[in-house]
């Protein structure tokens, strides 16, 4: 490595963006929540991972992402904005704006991961009139190889 003077800096040009690398664990002993639902990993009969619920319609029922635990690592992830001026059968444009676009890193390493797919009548388990029904259970330990950009489309007035 060399230093470089401002002469030569100005003849260097890069790309704007930002690389990410890193590890993200999710609740791998259980959540600060001690309730009939939550609980500690090592009570069988409850749920210790975290909870995510939606819901696509106003009046409609939620989906669940339940008891998300487990630990994933990834090198490579990228972030940056780019125009979208062309493409898309003709719609880029007319769209002709700014775009984030996150650059899928190559693999992503997952350690126990675990969480189940489940609807539920409520979105969370201490309001009144819970119910759940879990649909699946999934766990995932290995590599995945992911490929290409995932481009998220603002929608309103800045």
Request: net charge negative; hydrophobic share 35%; glycine share 14%.
């Amino acid at each position: 490595m060399n230093r470089l003077n401002d002469g030569d800096l100005a003849g260097i040009s890069g790309q704007g963006g930002i690389y990410l690398s890193g590890d993200i664990s999710i609740n791998e002993s259980g959540g600060p929540i001690h309730n009939t639902y939550f609980g500690s990993c090592s009570e069988a009969e409850k749920r210790c991972g975290a909870r995510i619920a939606y819901r696509l319609k106003e009046e409609g029922g939620w989906m669940v992402l339940d008891d998300i635990r487990g630990k994933f690592s990834f090198e490579g992830l990228t972030l940056r904005v780019r125009t979208v001026d062309s493409g898309f059968g003709g719609d880029g444009a007319l769209f002709n704006r700014d775009v984030l676009e996150i650059g899928l890193p190559n693999i992503v390493r997952y350690d126990s991961v675990q969480f189940k797919v489940a609807t539920s009548s409520t979105a969370r388990p201490t309001d009144p009139g819970f119910q759940q029904t879990d649909i699946f259970a999934i766990e995932m330990q290995g590599d995945v190889v992911l490929e290409g950009n995932l481009l998220v489309f603002p929608t309103g007035n800045p």
